[in-house]
């Protein structure tokens, strides 16, 4: 800022003041009866004070200027008048929202992706993925800025699907293209009250070749973890240990559309929770794909599925092409299981480097 | 000038067959005949008319005289729970049709079906293509008739290459007219969702239906096609969009009361006109075929749908009597299935109630 403006202060003020009063008479010559509801001066009061607010002296000792704005603001009428007036916006906005939500007044794409219901829970996942598990991702210019990927990581989390979450809030904040990740899940998960529909609200789908293919010819960027429920089941003493991965479903996605596999490894996930058993013959009962016996669960309640607050690594690899494959690849279960293999070697010699580079689970 | 096409509709005194044959009726090179096992409530408007059952064992005599080149078959008992006389008129029906057809040299045949014989299930894609399997829950008559149906015409289409069999799976009908599950279920007072299941859905306008099942009549394309409005809506949308407030029921409670009233042989329906499970897990249909085979390009987005049947729906509040026809028609449907099967009983006694 110039200087010229505070050497004119005063004498712009006045201006303003005389113009204002002007104002005034006119308004009163209009209507002979009607009273001003205010005055200028009494409203340029608070300009000639504010100064003094932010003096020097009262910027020194922050308890003594904390207990001096509390003993005015408090008493100080146009405070609360400013946060009643807040508080109403605010409260008119949200029901204004919900009226119109209510309605059916909202837009979601084919798939379900609610851009609202994404922006409503993104400060939560974003709370988690800088403050909570302070992850750090390397190799995000692997990702393309544009157009089809498909995007294969190692899977864990027993309760919550931590990891899928993570990826996705990296490449919706940290990367420079801020794209929303499809992520692929498991089966069970429509089946859920809540969790079904959250999902799909936030453009997630079902894990089928199908769906990936489709989504991959809409340029989309999908996530899958091909180690499912053997991934997320794992006991502590498995982790960073690769399971079988599946039938390589994600294999033919990829020759499917000639999209290129990004392999990613992520570490900190996988001890999140201390799995020391899981009970196969009540999960086989239940009808639940596993019940797993953690440090805290089911000691705790539902306490227990609070995860650690784990240091994560996210790395993104290399893309891996799978063009120059026979138009009919895959439908070769053998082309499908080597593209597999070649990915989960490359996404447990990811996980090994950066082991063997981490010092801490918990801190840098 | 060359001799008109015959057409012959079935179930011309339903809402559908009566639509669609006073559409076709207005083709100059098309004659249209009308089938129907009742006189059509609203007169027959000049139809060419002729009273009999599909099931009637001499229809293919009739097709031979006639010279019927197409058949639209729009014949279909929206039944109750798993009524055995709708399920004999629909599957079987269907099923002696065809075979007439087969045996007349009839060349081609127009099927309406839905997306429901699809089924919906956890498993399924977001996006079901024509050659998914028939899935379909077996808890409600309709979808158990439609499935039953479409499992014959498989068989009969590999029997009888040579005819054109199309079959148009509609996805749910709404429209102010029409009697479909999805309007019963918005005309119910809550229409309540499922507790934290919130599915994608498509609909269809019921003048999309019409115009759709025309398009199969005048033009030859074989095979089984998905028909929806082209925007897919999660169901919440669809029941905000109907004016519905956000009511929802748990999913486990809505299965046992669908299992408690049906076995306590009530009209299940018509709580649920819907199947709980077709209300928590996706089941739509791909519309590919749709515009690339089939050429058919709905004239009414599913939010436009809506938006005139929630029009009507407010309108609804302020009209006496009965607001559809086929309401009517399937009122007096279930009065005379009532009075036929009440042997013995003296019909004068029962007359009181059926007015």
Redesign the interface.
């Known amino acids: 800022m110039s200087e010229e403006p505070i050497e004119n202060y005063e004498e712009r003020r006045q201006e303003l003041i005389a113009e204002l009063e002007d104002l005034t008479q006119q308004l009163q010559a209009l209507t002979p009866n009607g009273k001003p509801s205010f005055s200028p001066q009494e409203k340029a009061a608070p300009v000639e004070t504010a100064p003094g607010e932010s003096s020097e002296q009262a910027q020194s000792g922050a308890l003594r200027r904390l207990r001096d704005t509390l003993g005015q603001s408090v008493l100080n009428l146009d405070v609360w008048k400013g946060v009643w007036y807040m508080l109403n916006y605010t409260a008119q906005y949200d029901a204004a929202l919900a009226r119109r939500?209510?309605?059916?007044?909202?837009e979601?794409d084919?798939?379900?992706l609610?851009q609202e219901y994404l922006d409503f829970v993104r400060p939560f996942l974003y709370f988690f993925y800088r403050s909570y598990f302070r992850v750090e991702t390397t190799g995000l210019d692997n990702v393309p800025a544009a157009g089809r990927a498909l995007l294969v990581a190692n899977h864990s989390g027993q309760f919550l699907p931590w990891d899928g979450m993570m990826i996705g809030m990296a490449i919706l904040t940290d990367h420079p293209a801020q794209r929303l990740v499809r992520t692929l899940y498991a089966?069970?998960l429509?089946?859920?009250?809540?969790?079904?529909?959250a999902v799909?609200?936030l453009g997630q789908?079902?894990a089928?070749v199908?769906?990936g293919t489709?989504l991959l010819e809409q340029e989309e960027l999908v996530a899958v973890f091909p180690e499912g429920y053997k991934g997320v089941g794992k006991t502590f003493r498995e982790r960073y240990r690769l399971a079988r991965f599946g039938r390589g479903g994600f294999a033919q996605m990829a020759l499917n559309t000639g999209a290129p596999i990004i392999p990613v490894s992520v570490i900190g996930a996988e001890e999140t929770y201390i799995t020391l058993a899981k009970l196969p013959t009540l999960s086989e009962i239940t009808g639940i794909p596993y019940l797993p016996i953690t440090l805290t669960f089911p000691w705790l309640g539902l306490l227990g599925v609070v995860p650690l607050p784990t240091k994560w690594y996210i790395d993104f690899g290399a893309p891996i092409l799978v063009d120059g494959y026979d138009p009919d690849a895959a439908n070769n279960p053998v082309r499908v299981s080597q593209i597999s293999d070649q990915v989960r070697n490359t996404i447990q010699e990811m996980i090994h480097n950066r082991l063997a580079q981490r010092h801490s689970v918990f801190f840098t | 000038m060359s001799p008109k096409r015959v057409v012959l509709v079935t179930g011309v005194a339903g809402y559908w067959g009566a639509r669609v044959a006073a559409r076709l009726a207005a083709d100059e090179t098309v004659h249209v005949v009308g089938l129907d096992a009742q006189q059509p409530a609203s007169g027959r408007n000049g139809l060419d008319f002729i009273l009999a059952d599909v099931r009637n064992p001499l229809l293919a005599e009739l097709l031979k005289v006639e010279q019927v080149d197409t058949v639209c078959h729009l014949a279909f008992t929206h039944s109750t729970w798993r009524s055995e006389s709708a399920f004999e008129s629909n599957v079987m029906g269907t099923a002696k049709l065809l075979d007439a057809c087969g045996e007349a040299g009839v060349r081609k045949v127009v099927l309406k079906s839905s997306t429901a014989v699809y089924g919906a299930f956890?498993?399924?894609?977001?996006?079901l293509?024509e050659d998914h399997p028939l899935r379909g829950s077996r808890r409600y008559g309709y979808t158990r008739d439609l499935v039953e149906i479409e499992t014959f015409c498989n068989g009969f289409s590999r029997r009888v290459p040579d005819m054109v069999l199309t079959t148009l799976r509609f996805s749910s009908i709404v429209g102010p007219e029409a009697d479909t599950p999805m309007t019963r279920f918005l005309r119910t007072p809550s229409a309540p969702g499922?507790?934290?299941?919130?599915?994608?859905m498509q609909v269809i306008h019921e003048d999309d239906v019409v115009s759709a099942l025309v398009h199969a009549v005048e033009k030859d394309v074989p095979g089984a096609f998905n028909l929806a409005a082209g925007?897919?809506?999660?169901l919440?949308?669809?029941?905000?969009?109907?004016?519905k407030?956000?009511l929802s029921v748990?999913?486990l409670c809505a299965n046992w009361g669908v299992t408690l009233l049906s076995s306590a042989r009530l009209d299940v329906e018509r709580y649920l006109p819907i199947e709980p499970d077709y209300l928590?897990?996706?089941w739509v249909g791909d519309l590919a075929r749709m515009s690339h085979v089939l050429g058919f390009t709905p004239r009414y987005s599913a939010v436009e749908t809506?938006r005139e049947f929630a029009a009507h729906l407010r309108m609804g509040r302020y009209r006496m009597g009965p607001t559809s026809l086929a309401e009517d028609v399937e009122h007096m449907h279930k009065v005379i299935e009532r009075r036929r099967h009440s042997s013995g009983a003296a019909p004068a006694a029962e007359g009181g109630d059926d007015e």
């Open positions: 939500r209510l309605r059916g007044e909202f979601t084919a798939w379900g609610d089966a069970v429509p089946r859920i009250p809540y969790a079904s529909s799909t609200r789908t079902l089928t199908d769906n489709r | 956890a498993t399924n894609s977001s996006f293509t499922l507790m934290g299941f919130d599915p994608m925007d897919t809506l999660p919440s949308k669809i029941r905000g969009l109907a004016g407030l956000p748990f999913h928590r897990f996706s809506l």
